[in-house]
């Protein structure tokens, strides 16, 4: 059973847009990927954005997370206007407040599990010792304590996008975000990748992931669903 | 090592035949760079160095010729001679006769012979056996065999060892087979003369022996004097040869800058083409870096996209990829540096045995400073190469290179 529930009586609001749109140039053609979005997600949530092929998800994630710009609206993460940032100050900003997982891992092939989760300590200028021990503790984390010197060639699937998971925890971001994170992953896999999820949420960390797979999409605490560059419905269910 | 060089060091090592064959590619560029360096420096400093060999720093010869450059000889030597060692500002003057004696009952028929004064002789080093007397030993008698000091070619070519003795001749009538005046001499030195090829053989006699030999004519010559201005630096250098060209009308003084300059200007095609092959390796290194890196940056747009996102700055890809630049020159000049110390010893020595050229002559050089330079030059050269593909792979748009990646 599913229930919708305003974000914001949740408690405080980490990501809010207001009115977002989103249009960019491909060819002689004008796509309009986001068309007014009105949104908010509070602290600790666990949401799913999902929707058919080109329904615009993530082009909302990537604005979510402030590596794109509205064309008009506002996108405010943590209070800040992200369109306002310059690239130094967005960069930073994703750094220290923001966690990227891709559907393809991407993680760098010639260093080690351990390496990969430090790279984004590293730029937030820890020291070796610190960032060390820290991606040891997240490796341990998402299970993968004894795997840490192994090269992204050396895990499995699975594996590597727990590895992203570990780097897109390090700097204890406020908001995760995460792309498609089971679409390269069998069902078996994709399966422990979700509880690994559920175990962050019940953590505290505000997860948003988007999936065009609707029985992934109900293991969050909160569907969203677009189509075309709408919001068509933004539905809750009781717990992750 | 820094997160960005394990990074960029990590990446170098991703496609490690492409990474090995730029590397030889930029040793091989350095190499060839070093070489012409070392070969357009190498023949002048080492004609300055032969020049200076005993601190000589002017030549004197008979009037519109260079020394030995014919067989003119000055008439008067000694009061030419004596004229310039009682000139204070200079130290020390060294005349030298040349002249071809021959041989009769050896295995050649002749052998260029110079008479100097052993005690500021600048042509030769002793490397052993007895030196020739100085010319104020006035002891020997008239019938005493001559000392000679001659070079491994002339031993290796005669057959003759230190302590023998041999007949030397002049006046030679090839028809009549007939000499003007012959003299024993006796083989007590072995030297390395510095101006005359290692293959000729020479014999060094005493300078008043080899006139009296030469007969009457030769009694007052001399074909060249060194003289060595007791102030080393190039203006007293070339006071002092405007004295001699003032005072002494029937000489041409030369000094060594001069000749040094003179034989630049012979070479200077040689230079030339040393400049345009270094010019062209430097080009080489650039290309290849350049071209390396620009493609190792085309296939990690995706990476770098996602770098980018989880925030590393631009101007962390910039140097991280300049860095993978700078990682690939300097380990390909190290490298050329070897490759090049090795091939200019080879090159060298297979000029050194072209014949003619004297013994001391390096055609390759190593000049530390000159070598440091342009290899310096080519690292800065191919760090910069790494600017552009830095700077566009800094530049990377985000969201679309994700998406490209994504869709490929």
Known sequence: ???????????????????????????????????????????????????????GKSTLLHLLGAIDAPS??????????????????????????????????????????????????????????????????????????????????????????????????????????????????????????????????????????VTHDTVVANRAQRVIRLLDGRVSSDTRHGSA | MSMRATLAFATLRRNPARTVLAVLGIAVAAALL?????????????????????GYQLRVSPKGTLPFDSEATIDGATAIVTALRANPDIRAVSPGLGATLALPGTRFPSVFSLGLESDVQGDYVLEGGRDLPPPSDTTASAAAPLPAVVNRAFLLRSGLQLGDTLTVASGVDAQLRTTARARVVVLTGEGRFFYVPAETPVMALPLRDLRTLLGSAYRDRMSVAMAESRRGDSASVEAVRRWIAQTQPRVTAISTETAIRQVEERLSYFRQLAFVLGAISLGIGFLLVATLVTLSVNERRGEIAVLRAIGTQKGGVLRQVFLEGFMLSGTGIAGGLLLGLVTARWLNGILRDFPGLPAAFDFFLWSPEAAWKSLLLLLVSGTLAGLLPAWRAASIPIVRSLREDAVG
């Open chain 1, 72 to 209: 008009s609206g506002r996108v405010l993460v943590n209070g800040r206007d992200t369109a306002q940032l310059g690239d130094t100050e967005a960069t930073d900003f994703r750094l220290r407040h923001i966690g990227f997982v891709f559907q393809r891992f991407y993680l760098m092939p010639t260093l080690s599990a351990q390496e990969n989760v430090e790279l984004p300590l590293a730029e937030a200028g820890m020291d070796r010792r610190a960032r060390r021990a820290r991606a040891a503790e997240l490796l341990g984390y998402v299970g993968l304590g004894d795997r840490r010197d192994h090269r992204p060639t050396q895990l499995s699937g699975g594996e590597q996008q727990r590895v992203a998971i570990a780097r897109a925890l390090a700097n204890r971001p406020a908001l995760v975000l995460a792309d498609e994170p089971t679409g390269e992953l069998d069902a078996a896999t994709g399966e422990r990748l979700l509880e690994l999820f559920g175990q962050l949420h019940r953590d505290g960390t505000t997860l948003v992931f």
């Open chain 1, 1 to 55: 059973m599913t229930h919708s529930t305003p974000a914001g009586s949740r408690g405080e609001v980490v990501i809010r847009c207001e009115q977002v749109q989103r249009s960019y140039r491909m060819g002689d053609a004008l796509v309009q990927a986001v068309r007014g979005i009105d949104l908010e997600i509070a602290r600790g949530e666990f949401a799913a954005i999902t929707g058919p092929s080109g329904c």
């Open chain 2, 34 to 54: 070093l070489d012409m360096v070392m070969l357009a420096t190498g023949m002048r400093e080492s004609f300055r160095s032969l020049l200076l060999t005993r």
